[in-house]
């Protein structure tokens, strides 16, 4: 140990050798003046004084002030500055994948290297790391991850804990973890970052551990919200008119489009209309929780955002425009209405951009960089661009009020994901967005007063979602009774929340009755999907139909890659119904869909295949991307043997496949009822329950099977059902796991 010590000494002291003679080189120069001018700066000593004192220290510090980039490269600095011959291993978490590969490239690009050497990043499946890397950005699954293989992180000196202002249920978990790590590790150093003040909450958890506040600097940002955009567009005949001149001055395809929208300027102008009706009469009503459900901004949405930006292109001042979206449905359909306008879908005014989590780097660039002279960025983003990620030049924020975020019902045990409002800190995060170079302007496409009843922060994830992949990982890292771990959390979650989960875990036979991991638990436990999903890969696997399953499970946790776009909905429902070849099931559709796309690229025609069949060529290749990590992780776990020619035996069996599906479903189980006219589909928590138009079992006079399994059923006003397999009733016996339990089946035969 004392010959790897001084290796690791002087490799600490070449890199910082190297480190100096990149910042002396004119580049380098260029980026630590950046560095310098960023408000962490200042604070450099004052953290790392405190980092070194004490085991536990919160940061807080306005978005982009440089803490998630800075803060682990001060620590990296001054730890091979020191050459202190152990070398120093900074482990930083992102809640999200996207998060923790850019924010790692920029970290290197400021340092003058390529990712992999001190720099590295990891994330679910994928990563980069060197023999040199000693600050690894990842997401907090991997890490949890990690304490699977090593409870006590060996090795690591310092942890930092990024975001935790977002509440996310990963990160909740790991400090229950890393609370009780500490004592055993007293070396360890744990730096947790927060975009918001409240730090005193994460503080007291870890006993009064000191906060340091990096105070910031943001210009003014001019908030508008419904009432106010509507009084604007006061203006508005006279601004389409312009609108249509722009139309007659192009080509005749120009000219088109212009008549197009002069068609569908009524239905702006009757929308806009609606809204202010809306705002007006309620403005002094009362303001409670109620306000609230009565306002539905979603019959306005993408017209009104459409106008609002149009205002904003035909600005003479420039700046981009940060729109925040719901989630990738809305923010594809959006794109494609855009494109389609004659001023907002001319690329050479306006740079349309979507920032998604599976998005390619030289696309994500994009966003970062600055556009040509007189084009204006656009970039459509959801809720991720209100802190992990910086857009320096935006100026105009467009801000829809809500997002989408997992929701759970512990009392019907549903599961719902769904756009709801975002809370008052949120609104006001994304508002700042707007004044990071210049004053900037917000335009909430809101009222006033349903801005006042938003609630004042969110709702942790873990009080909101369920919580078997959490139980399931409990267990796993034998961190003891589940109730009694659970407990312990900053706020903990509700007895029926982790009741419910643990039941369900029963039920799919990944814990017995003493909440002991089972076989299938412990593999489910080593495969980061939730169980479900790992629960057919293995069946997959098992009966040798491999080869579908994992296009079914790639697609059933990527998106689904049938798109509805906005105006040709009906085309796109026939399009999708062709792949159902009446087997009435949304998976094995998808299994066709994929099928045909992955030959259709063998002839290089895979995108006239999707073009032709609505099919979202990206969610395609990051299916095929999926498919591979996942032979890739079944191969590691030993589920798979080497050879996998074995696994596809059955491939071409659908009555397997299906069965497979409904193993992996169960217990997401309803029951069909053929009437006369019409079916009645019912579950057992929700009772009467519909199917999502795109669906391939939507609107068929009848469905030849007793039960329909699904993945995904979602609370709106009613109850739906997003995807669905039907399955016979000896299927569903044999494959539909502990059915004893809890009398789920009985319950629900007509
Ligand atoms: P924080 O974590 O405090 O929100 P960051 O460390 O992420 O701040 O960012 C600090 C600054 O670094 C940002 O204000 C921005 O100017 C710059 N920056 C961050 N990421 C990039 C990038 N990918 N490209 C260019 N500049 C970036
Ligand atoms: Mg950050």
Sequence with gaps: SVVRERILRQRSLQMHEKQQAWQESPE???????????????????????????????????????????????????????????????????PRRISAMAVSERVAAERGEKLGESVGYKVRLEGMKGRDTRLMFCTTGILLRRLLVDRSLRGVTHVIVDEIHERGMNEDFLLIVLKELLPRRPELRLILMSATLNAELFSSYFGGAPMLHIPGFTYPVRAYFLENILEMTRYRLNTYNQIDDYGQEKSWKMQKQALALRKRKSSIASAVEDALEAADFREYSVQTQQSLSCWN????????????????????????????????????????????????????????????????????????????????????????????????????????????????????????????????????????????????????????????????????????????????????????????????????????????????????????????????????????????????????????????????????????????????????????????????????????????????????????????????????????????QFLFLLKDAGLVDRNTENCNKWSHDEHLIRAVICAGLFPGLCSVVNKEKSIALKTMEDGQVLLYSNSVNAGVPKIPYPWLVFNEKIKVNSVFLRDSTGVSDSVLLLFGGNISRGGLVSCLIP
Aim: charged fraction near 25%; glycine fraction near 6%; include cysteine.
């Design 28 to 94: 380098g120069q260029k980026m630590l003046e950046f560095r310098r001018s960023l408000p962490s700066y200042k604070e450099r000593d004052a953290l790392l004084k405190a980092i070194s004192e004490n085991q536990v220290v919160v940061v807080s510090g306005e978005t982009g002030c440089g803490k998630t980039t800075q803060l682990p490269q001060y620590i990296l600095e001054s730890e091979t500055e020191a050459a202190r011959g152990a070398a120093c291993s900074i482990i930083c978490t992102q």
């Design 297 to 628: 901004p979603d019959s306005i949405g993408f017209n009104l955002i459409e106008h609002v930006l149009c205002h904003i292109v035909k600005k003479e001042r420039p700046g981009a425009v940060l729109v925040f979206m719901t989630g990738w449905d809305d923010i594809n359909s959006l794109k494609d209405q855009l494109q389609a306008h004659p001023l907002l879908g001319d690329p050479s005014r306006v740079l349309l951009l979507a920032c998604h989590g599976s998005m390619a780097s030289s696309e994500q660039r994009l966003i970062f960089d600055k556009p040509e002279d007189g084009v204006r960025k656009i970039v459509l983003a959801t809720n991720m661009a209100e802190t992990s990620i910086t857009i320096n030049d935006v100026v105009f924020v467009i801000d829809c009020g809500k997002a989408k975020e997992t929701s759970y019902d512990a009392l019907n045990n549903t599961p719902c994901l769904l756009p709801s409002w975002i809370s008052k800190a949120a609104a006001r995060q994304r508002r700042g967005r707007a004044g990071r170079v210049q004053p900037g302007e917000c335009y909430h496409l809101y009222p006033r007063y349903v801005y006042d009843a938003f609630a004042d922060y969110q709702l942790p994830e873990l009080l909101r979602t369920p919580l078997q992949s959490l139980c399931l990982q409990i267990k796993s890292l034998q961190l003891g009774s589940i109730s009694e771990f659970l407990s312990r959390a900053l706020q903990p979650p509700e007895p029926l929340s982790v009741k419910n989960a643990i039941e369900y875990l029963q039920i799919i036979g990944a814990l017995d009755e003493n909440e002991n991991l089972t076989v299938l638990g412990r593999n489910l436990s080593m495969l980061p999907v939730e169980p479900k999903l790992g629960k057919m890969l293995i069946l997959g696997a098992i009966f040798n139909c491999l080869d579908p399953v994992m296009t079914v499970v790639a697609g059933l946790s990527v998106r689904d890659p049938f798109l509805m776009p906005f105006d040709k909905k009906d085309l796109a429902e026939s399009a999708k119904a062709q792949f159902s070849a009446r087997d009435y099931s949304d998976h094995l559709a998808l299994v066709r869909a994929y099928d045909g796309w992955k030959d259709a690229e063998r002839h290089q025609s895979g995108y006239e295949y999707c073009w032709k069949n609505f099919l979202s060529a990206q969610t395609l290749k990051a299916i095929d991307s999926l498919r591979k």
